[in-house]
């Protein structure tokens, strides 16, 4: 093979973070650009301009992964359902190959995400892995035995509707009660701190709050922590991974929810599942969709000499077409 570049791109609803990517992760030429209206065909457009000016910078890719943000069937390429970018049952793998002239993928940015942390992060060395990712909602994925679980339909990894609280606070995306969402989720903890009578523009001034002791923020930043370590403890008995990987901007926070998070969970989780679990933040930041985009790419069109992961078992994925 010529070339040892892919290039990972990550389709977020406000803007598109692209780079070429090496084997081991190293990132050159990153670009972010706004996400440009009008739909997936606009889209694939907008990547394959993006795509020729890093190639001219960074040298010849051989083929290209892209993370999306909405479900999607990773095997055929096609989104499964959208809300966000009018992409539904539109094979955007078919469209960024066209536009780009190169092998194209094409995963969940979540899973991606995921992914990423596996193969170049905080999980780089596990056999298995599961992220959780904090932001306005609780997204997440699964890592098993080197590949990406997508379940029946592409709807696996769903983490932030796993039950804490039958009957509990009501889910502000799937209206059910009692998801882990509505506790661990920036949109609902801001509510209910709001709620309380105190002002925080995110996360980040409940953190500090916390941090000073101040009671409505102890409050809602304990209960965070204590229904993650719930969580955790759930994913540890079904699933025994090697790591737990927790992202977003609040999983910098460190101590002050690392350490309810992981007592939670060694108390609620089975002895022989919890014990030598490590529960950590993420490591790529931001960065984790395009590099996810990136190792997907890799995996699916690398050779097997070149594929980050070519002791896992990932020979399944490489022979899938790439529509
Ligand atoms: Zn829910």
Same mark, same amino acid.
């Given at each position: /093979?010529?070339?040892?570049?892919?290039?990972?791109?990550? %389709?977020?609803?406000?803007?598109?973070?692209?780079? @070429? $990517?090496? *084997?081991?992760?190293?990132? *050159?030429?990153?670009? %972010?650009?706004?996400?440009?209206?009008?739909? +997936?065909?606009?889209?694939?457009?907008?990547?394959?301009?993006?795509?020729?000016?890093?190639?001219?910078?960074?040298?010849?890719?051989?083929?290209?992964? %892209?993370?999306? +943000?909405?479900?999607?069937? +990773?095997?055929?390429?096609?989104?499964?359902?959208?809300?966000?970018?009018?992409?539904?049952?539109?094979?955007?793998?078919?469209?960024?190959?066209?536009?780009?002239?190169?092998?194209?993928?094409?995963?969940?940015?979540?899973?991606?995400?995921?992914?990423?942390?596996?193969?170049?992060?905080?999980?780089?060395?596990? !056999?298995? &892995?599961?992220?959780?990712?904090?932001?306005?909602?609780?997204?997440?994925?699964?890592?098993?035995?080197?590949? %990406?679980?997508?379940?029946?339909?592409?709807?696996?990894?769903?983490? !932030?509707?796993?039950?804490?609280?039958? !009957?509990?606070?009501?889910?502000?995306?799937?209206?059910?009660?009692?998801?882990?969402?509505?506790?661990?989720?920036?949109?609902?903890? &801001?509510?209910?701190? *709001? @709620?309380?009578?105190?002002?925080?523009?995110?996360?980040?001034?409940?953190?500090?709050?916390?941090?000073?002791?101040?009671?409505?923020?102890?409050? $809602?930043?304990?209960? /965070?922590?204590?229904?993650?370590?719930?969580?955790?403890?759930?994913?540890?008995?079904?699933?025994?991974?090697?790591?737990? $990987?927790?992202?977003?901007?609040?999983?910098?926070?460190?101590?002050?929810?690392?350490?309810?998070?992981?007592?939670?969970?060694?108390?609620?989780?089975?002895?022989?599942?919890?014990?030598?679990?490590?529960?950590?933040?993420?490591? &790529?930041?931001?960065?984790?969709?395009?590099?996810?985009? @990136?190792?997907?790419?890799?995996?699916?069109?690398? =050779?097997?000499?070149?594929?980050? =992961?070519?002791?896992?078992?990932?020979?399944?994925?490489?022979?899938?077409?790439?529509?």
């Amino acid at each position: /093979m010529s070339s040892d570049l892919v290039l990972g791109i990550d %389709v977020g609803g406000t803007a598109i973070k692209a780079a @070429a $990517v090496t *084997r081991t992760g190293t990132m *050159r030429e990153k670009r %972010v650009v706004p996400t440009p209206g009008g739909g +997936p065909k606009a889209i694939a457009a907008c990547v394959a301009g993006i795509a020729r000016d890093i190639q001219a910078k960074a040298g010849r890719a051989f083929a290209v992964g %892209v993370g999306w +943000p909405t479900p999607v069937d +990773p095997q055929r390429g096609v989104v499964l359902f959208d809300n966000k970018l009018g992409s539904a049952g539109v094979n955007v793998a078919a469209l960024i190959r066209r536009a780009t002239g190169l092998p194209a993928c094409i995963e969940n940015d979540a899973n991606a995400a995921a992914l990423a942390e596996y193969l170049y992060g905080a999980g780089r060395g596990a !056999g298995s &892995l599961v992220l959780l990712t904090l932001g306005t909602g609780v997204g997440g994925g699964i890592v098993l035995g080197g590949e %990406v679980w997508h379940g029946r339909d592409g709807a696996a990894g769903e983490i !932030g509707h796993i039950k804490v609280r039958p !009957g509990g606070q009501r889910c502000l995306f799937c209206r059910r009660r009692g998801c882990l969402e509505a506790y661990a989720g920036a949109q609902a903890i &801001l509510r209910r701190y *709001r @709620a309380a009578g105190r002002k925080a523009e995110g996360m980040k001034d409940i953190v500090s709050a916390a941090r000073r002791k101040e009671r409505p923020a102890v409050r $809602v930043v304990s209960e /965070m922590a204590e229904m993650l370590g719930m969580a955790v403890a759930d994913l540890a008995n079904i699933l025994n991974p090697e790591i737990v $990987v927790i992202g977003g901007g609040v999983a910098r926070a460190g101590n002050i929810l690392f350490r309810p998070i992981r007592a939670a969970m060694a108390r609620e989780a089975l002895p022989n599942v919890s014990k030598g679990l490590r529960v950590v933040p993420a490591k &790529l930041g931001n960065d984790a969709g395009l590099l996810g985009a @990136a190792g997907c790419a890799w995996k699916r069109f690398g =050779t097997s000499a070149s594929s980050p =992961t070519s002791t896992t078992g990932n020979r399944r994925l490489r022979t899938a077409s790439s529509n």
